[in-house]
């Protein structure tokens, strides 16, 4: 085979490959890249037409972040990674602390675990406390750094007699159930810039002081007047005469005495009238003069 003859099969080679490699780029590989081409920039456009909503998202997504963040920051309330008997009963103690005296048996109960947070329960029982430092605990319980819940509260009014001043005590005798929260994978929670010393707050009026006092006291304290044991001996004008204790002691009006005051002085009746306030029950008590009936008997 002459020279001529192979370059020409070789050219026919070379020209057969480039048309087929050309057919099969024209036929099968430039469709499919245009048809991917074609549906990017589909795309493209409807993510164009969609832009609006996209900012209007993009604005709404950023103000919930900024509220969000707003509210992380100025939050009041720590929340640690885990709780402790010692550590919660410390935290009460401070606020016992502000409050005022109370006393209280404080037990732990168990945990509540959820996924990422918790709470222990605490039973607070056997407490007594005036109504005000009563309201202030409470106060400082839900108003505290803590992130405390008090799931039950359970009140009940006592009344007492005080052996010293014979005055009528009141007390609230209180019974309460206390969670205490904790976050485990969040230790963020734990501190809080915007946590602020808390300032207390005058307690409002006690609901639960009666108008009438059910326990009261039937001896006096001994500086006191007790007019049962009163013996009135003499009336003039403005003043009594009255054997106290083998005392014998001057009355005016407006004299004090145990639960009241002198309020009239009566020369003509030969009696002295006192008004009391038992336990809210106000009543008035005439004392006259105790004559003995001998002096008057006729003589034989």
């Known amino acids: 085979m002459s020279f001529k003859i192979r370059n020409t099969i070789a050219l026919g080679i070379v020209w057969l490959i480039i048309t087929l490699g050309g057919l099969g780029y024209w036929g099968f590989w430039q469709p499919r890249t245009l048809k991917k081409i074609t549906t990017q920039v589909r ?4 993510q164009l037409e969609d832009l ?24 009041s309330k720590e929340i640690p990674q885990s709780d402790m008997s010692s550590q919660t009963y410390g935290y009460m103690s401070r606020g016992i602390e502000e409050a ?35 309201f202030k605990f409470v106060y400082f319980l839900e108003n505290g750094r803590r992130l ?39 230790p963020e929670l734990a501190t809080s810039l915007a946590a602020k010393a808390l ?27 007790n007019i049962d044991k009163l013996e009135i001996k003499a009336v003039v004008p403005g003043k009594a005469f009255a054997l106290y204790e083998n005392e014998l002691i001057v009355l005016h009006i407006g004299d ?22 038992e336990g809210g029950v106000v009543r008035t008590v005439e004392k006259k003069i105790q004559f003995d009936r001998r002096l008057f008997k006729r003589q034989p």
């Open 43 to 46: 795309g493209i456009e409807k």
């Open 52 to 75: 609006p909503g996209l900012t209007d998202a993009v604005q709404r997504l950023s103000a919930q972040f900024q509220d969000v963040k707003r509210r992380y920051d100025s939050r």
């Open 100 to 134: 005022g005296f109370l006393k209280f048996d404080m037990k732990f109960v168990g945990t509540d675990r959820k996924a990422s947070w918790g709470y222990n329960v605490y039973k607070l029982d056997k407490g007594q406390a005036q109504f005000g430092n009563l």
């Open 148 to 186: 405390y819940k008090i799931a039950s509260l359970k009140l009940e009014q006592q009344e007492s007699i005080d052996p010293d001043t014979k005055e009528t005590n009141r007390l609230i005798a209180f019974e309460m159930e206390l969670h205490a929260y904790f976050v485990k994978d969040v």
């Open 199 to 225: 300032t207390m707050i005058p307690s409002p009026s006690d609901p639960f002081k009666p108008m009438i006092t059910q326990t009261i006291s039937t001896e006096a304290p001994a500086n006191e007047i």
């Open 256 to 277: 004090k005495v145990w639960r009241g005051y002198v309020s009239k002085v009566a020369p003509a009746q030969s009696a002295v009238e006192f008004t009391l306030d």
